[in-house]
């Protein structure tokens, strides 16, 4: 049973660039959230998808977007990109119809901003 | 705006001693504490989670205890070994409209041999 997968890796990007992360959840798991994660701090919540609608949105401009597949995987996607969106994007997977809060993160992708 | 913090950066143990890693939060609204553990290169790994009309809840070598009249969060952990070495994040889950989470800013945790 594989876990959260996230693709790409690594990826470097210019400034002003768009970029596009892509996201599988956990096997049974139906909402996906993702998170940006600056060198030395937490996670911080960007948005969350379930049914395929963005149903929570963090302090993140219009310039991150994302979307969810019928099958539940995930894209975020960031337009114009500056220097402060380098970080570690990571995907989390839940299940809004179980009992527990708990999310289970991929391996995240890092992003350069150069 | 609401948050959840950490009193300490950075906490340096002798294997086999105890841990603890303290949290404080802001929000009383919140229902569900949760520590997860992030070694380098790696995702968040949840590890024990506690809800919040309990202020105690033990697992495998770890206990979370919830002290919702000062908003404080603690995780210890027993018998502290090397592949305890990790950031340490406390976060609060606020239900309303799916379960949005917040994270602290971490605590490093360093298990000397």
């Known amino acids: 049973d594989a876990g959260v997968t996230q693709s790409p890796t690594h990826l470097i990007k210019t400034r002003g660039q768009q970029v596009t992360l892509r996201c599988s959840p956990k096997?049974?798991?139906?909402?996906v959230s993702w998170y940006q994660q600056a060198l030395g701090q937490g996670p911080q919540f960007i948005f969350q998808y379930y049914e395929e609608e963005e149903r929570q949105r963090g302090n993140f401009p219009d310039r991150f977007s994302g979307h969810q597949f019928p099958n539940y995987s995930s894209e975020l996607n960031v337009n114009a990109l500056l220097l402060g969106d380098s970080a570690l994007y990571l995907c989390a997977s839940s299940s809004l119809a179980g009992t527990s809060y708990e999310q289970y993160f991929g391996p995240g992708t890092r992003l350069t901003v150069t | 705006g609401e948050s959840v913090g950490l009193h300490l950066p950075t906490l340096s143990v002798q294997e086999g001693d105890n841990s603890i890693i303290n949290c404080a939060y802001s929000n009383s609204a919140s229902d569900y504490f949760i520590w997860y553990k992030q070694e380098s290169g790696k995702g968040p790994q949840f590890i024990i989670d506690?809800?919040?009309?309990?202020d105690k809840r033990q697992g495998q070598r770890v206990t979370v205890l919830l002290n919702k009249t000062v908003k404080h969060l603690s995780l210890q952990i027993a018998a502290t070994q090397p592949g305890d070495s990790a950031v340490y994040f406390c976060a609060e889950n606020q239900e309303a409209g799916g379960f949005k989470t917040i994270f602290g800013a971490g605590t490093r945790l360093f298990v000397k041999a």
């Open positions: 506690i809800r919040s009309n309990m």
């Open positions: 096997s049974g798991h139906d909402t």
